[in-house]
């Protein structure tokens, strides 16, 4: 359902919710701001604009593109905040690469060539040193843009984290614990530098679960402990 969350993480509080006109419902992948005005992705890459809202409130919204031709997981505003960036989780068929693409407002569909394309090639040996899973089964399922204009991208089934510079090459990654991270959705940094990874719930069969914010607090500096 097109319902909005507005929380906060450290209180673990839900402040207000909203949601978008009429009894809509897609597989929504990923939400993210640009300009003003808050976007959402369904897994088909077709994108919902719409504004905040008061809580309880029920908004108009547009829509723009008819899809990606990938199964996209995961959006983000661009390190420029001119665009939009969204993640395609499964390659392309017959690609062995890693896409990410590019939408601007005012555009009729995301960019035809991804705005950047990783060759899973290029992750061995980083993976490698780090005994994490072979990169050809990254499938990334959230992702967002650090301070320094890196991505950082979660692949879910995996439970790993990888970092891309904006050209995107590979500088650091980590293995996820699954204990912690069942299902990792959704990745966001604060401005204080704060790292909050969202896994989704699961309601089905015994073993039923709520989605959980984890946060990652930077480590202090050396003139912070002194």
């Known amino acids: 359902r097109a319902i909005v969350y507005q929380i906060d993480y450290q209180a673990g509080q839900i ?3 909203f949601g978008l006109h009429g009894s809509l419902k897609a597989d929504f992948e990923g939400i993210a ?5 808050l976007f959402m992705t369904t897994s088909e890459g077709r994108l919902f604009e ?12 547009q829509t723009h593109t008819d899809g990606l031709g990938c199964e996209v997981e ?15 989780k499964n390659r392309p068929k017959g690609k062995k690469a890693l896409h990410l693409h590019r939408w601007q407002p005012g ?5 035809e060539s991804p705005a950047i394309r ?6 061995d040996p980083l993976f490698e040193r780090l005994g994490l899973p072979r990169p050809d089964k990254f499938q990334p399922t959230a992702v967002t843009v650090t301070h320094e204009g890196h991505f950082l991208l979660i692949a879910g089934p995996q439970k790993v984290l990888l970092e891309l510079t904006a050209e ?8 996820l614990d699954a204990d912690q991270h069942r299902q990792p959705e959704g990745i966001a940094i ?25 946060i990652y607090r930077p480590e202090p500096s050396d003139a912070a402990r002194r």
Do not use: Y
């Open 168 to 175: 995107g090459s590979p500088v650091a990654a980590a293995g």
């Open 50 to 61: 719409f504004p905040a809202a008061a809580a309880d409130a029920v908004v108009p919204f």
């Open 107 to 111: 555009d009729a569909q995301w960019s």
């Open 74 to 88: 995961g959006l983000t505003r661009a390190a420029d905040r001119q665009a939009l960036i969204a993640a395609c």
């Open 118 to 123: 990783v060759k899973r090639s290029q992750f």
């Open 33 to 37: 701001w640009l300009d003003g005005r």
């Open 15 to 17: 402040l207000k919710r």
């Open 190 to 214: 604060t401005a204080s530098g704060v790292l909050i990874i969202a896994d989704e719930g699961d309601n089905r069969g015994a073993n039923k679960s709520r989605g959980r914010l984890t």
